[in-house]
């Protein structure tokens, strides 16, 4: 290559080579950044209702404070449980302990039905240990004073010794025997009989009413 060639070329090479030191690089523009977004303020949680202050008034059909109640109420515990079909807590305590008994002619044996009676009792005895109760013994008028008095007292021995072999104490429980004197049905016919031929039952200490404690 020949002198005269080689200078134009090496002119054009530091053209070229000025031009591009010239040239500033663009530089792409960094991506912005979204400003932070603030948080809700946090609402504040519903305080709580107060709760309802009590009443003072009754419930709907509850006796008010110091009215005298119904007989299930005289202080006499009720008892849980059903006796011979029937549901002891809502029996009235104080009606199924006076409850009587009946006795076949001349027998002083009890049936079944009073059986099922007396355990009704020895389950409203046991809910109250201070109550004490009264047996009296009672006849038809046929036979002799004599005789209805004995028979009366052995009637009245039969659910007394019943409720002492279930474990009620013997000082619970008087007895006594009235005969024929005091009849609840006056008339001489079979039915007034058996009307007759009882056990009757009386709370003597420990219920309300009785005038002991």
């Not at 004490?132 to 010794?161: F, P």
């Amino acid at each position: 290559m020949t002198i005269s060639r080689t200078i134009p070329l090496t002119f054009a090479i530091a053209g070229v080579l000025t031009a591009c030191s010239r040239v500033t690089p663009t530089t792409e523009p960094a991506p912005s950044t979204p400003a932070p977004v603030a948080a809700p303020a946090a609402t504040p949680a519903a305080a709580p209702a107060p709760a309802p202050a009590p009443s003072s008034a009754p419930a709907a059909g509850a006796p008010a404070a110091g009215t005298a109640s119904t007989a299930v109420g005289d202080r006499l515990a009720g008892a849980t449980g059903s006796v011979g079909g029937r549901d002891l807590s809502t029996s009235d305590p104080r009606a199924v302990l006076t409850e009587m008994i009946f006795f076949d002619y001349d027998q002083s044996e009890l049936r079944s039905e009073a059986r099922a009676t007396l355990d009704a009792k020895l389950a409203f005895l046991q809910s109250n240990p201070s109550i004490r109760i009264r047996v009296a013994g009672h006849t038809d008028e046929r036979g002799s004073d004599e005789y209805n008095i004995a028979l009366g007292m052995r009637r009245a021995a039969a659910a007394k010794r019943y409720l002492v072999d279930l474990g009620i104490a013997e000082s619970r429980i008087a007895v006594v025997s009235f005969g024929e004197e005091r009849a609840l049905n006056t008339e001489s016919t079979e039915a007034a009989w058996a009307q007759n031929r009882r056990d009757e039952f009386e709370i003597v200490a420990g219920g309300a009413g009785t005038g002991t404690k």
